[in-house]
């Protein structure tokens, strides 16, 4: 007991440590952008809250008048103060009431007409992108994390990766938003506005990243328990280090010998083939399953279980043996290993680079 107290206390301990770093990237990006869809879009907000603020201070104002205001006419006649709120009015005679009514309406109407055409405006805008689309990227939420898959429908360029999506910097990439499950919403806040993803449907999102850099998102529809921990990061390079990345991306992994009877590697491979393949693909191997992150460049990613942790050694093995105390309710089961397990375990895993 005491031994998994300290286990978890040292697991607390390296999350807060991340959780630091991430502070370096936090999602109160909202209020930035980096890109030309988020640019209007943030302009948009502003915009809006600037005219909320002043007709909500306005109201306020005028309230505050109303309250304040010396009355003479209901002061000095209690006839009047009887008759009830419209007493002073009528007893001014006019139909100023009314006028003020008509007036109101009239400037409340006009400036919700004038906030509807600038955010048609900026829909259209949006809606599509300047320049052609360089990259379509398919994208896919389950619970709780994200299938990424390269290639456009090409099965000659197709590959399969997991929570990190790579762009070319400064061209627009189309994404086709999927889900596989419940309905999700795909967000990267310092490039584009949320998409929802749809159980049956595919939706599309395009965005531009204006500068390099990791765009963290989140998902942004409550879609069960381990929602706060279904992130993703969009990775923006050059288009030298993008082409790079994708070659190595479509590699098969590294083959790993298995007639090597007694020693680690193989015997890694082969834990993995018996307790791991039913759920996740190694392409190049008979690893083919399909119900969670494709494993074949596990290396190549800055962190597992969709922003939960980063990608080190240490944590992997964490990972794997208390994927339930981690991510509560994730679909991994926690994988309890022997030491001599998870050494060969860690050894096949390093592999996938
Ligand atoms: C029942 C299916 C299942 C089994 C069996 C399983 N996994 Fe997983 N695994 C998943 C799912 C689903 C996720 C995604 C969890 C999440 O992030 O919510 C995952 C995530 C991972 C990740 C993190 C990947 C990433 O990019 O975030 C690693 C690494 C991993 N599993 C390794 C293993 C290993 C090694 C084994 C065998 C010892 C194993 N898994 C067994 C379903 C499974
Ligand atoms: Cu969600």
């Given at each position: 007991m005491l031994r998994r107290r300290v286990w978890l206390a040292a697991i607390g301990a390296s999350m807060l440590a991340d959780s630091v770093q991430a502070a370096a990237a936090p999602?109160?990006?909202?209020?930035?952008?980096?890109?030309p869809i988020s640019a209007d879009v943030r302009m948009l907000g502003w915009v809006f809250a600037a005219i909320c603020i002043l007709v909500c201070g306005l109201i306020a104002g005028l309230l505050l008048y109303a309250t304040l205001r010396v009355r003479p006419a209901v002061a000095n006649n209690p006839d009047a103060a009887t008759a009830g709120v419209m007493g002073p009015v009528t007893r001014s005679g006019g139909n100023s009431g009314l006028r003020a009514v008509a007036i109101g309406t009239g400037i409340s109407t006009l400036i919700l007409v004038a906030m509807t055409i600038y955010a048609l405006v900026v829909l259209e805008r949006t809606?599509?992108?300047?320049?052609?689309?360089a990259l379509t990227v398919d994208v896919t939420g389950f619970d709780w994390w994200w299938r990424v898959d390269y290639g456009d429908g090409d099965a000659a360029q197709h590959f399969v990766t997991a929570n990190e999506i790579h762009i070319p910097v400064g061209v627009p990439v189309r994404l086709r938003l999927a889900s596989a499950d419940v309905i999700h919403a795909f967000w990267v806040p310092l490039l584009a506005g949320k998409t929802q993803m749809i159980p049956g449907l595919v939706n599309e999102q395009w965005l531009q990243a204006d500068r390099p850099g990791v765009y963290r998102g989140q998902c942004?529809?409550?879609?069960?328990?381990?929602h706060a921990h279904m992130a993703v990061e969009v990775v923006a390079q050059s288009q030298s280090e993008f082409d790079a990345w994708l070659a190595a991306q479509r590699q098969p992994a590294h083959a790993v010998s298995q007639?090597?009877?007694?020693?680690v590697l193989p015997a890694g491979r082969k834990l993995f083939m018996e307790r791991c393949a039913g759920c996740h693909t190694v392409r190049?191997?008979?690893?083919?399953?399909?119900?969670?992150?494709?494993?074949?460049?596990?290396?190549?990613?800055?962190?597992?279980?969709a922003g939960l942790m980063s990608n080190t050694p240490a944590h992997l093995i964490d990972w794997i043996t208390h994927a339930q105390e981690l991510?509560?309710?994730?679909?991994m089961p926690s994988m309890p290993l022997t030491s001599p397990e998870s050494g060969a375990l860690s050894a096949y895993l390093a592999t996938l680079d």
């Open positions: 999602m109160n990006y909202f209020l930035h952008s980096e890109g809606a599509h992108p300047a320049a052609p689309v942004t529809q409550y879609c069960g328990v381990q007639t090597d009877i007694g020693a190049g191997t008979e690893a083919v399953g399909p119900n969670g992150p494709d494993l074949t460049h596990l290396n190549s990613r800055r962190q597992i279980g991510k509560p309710g994730a679909r």
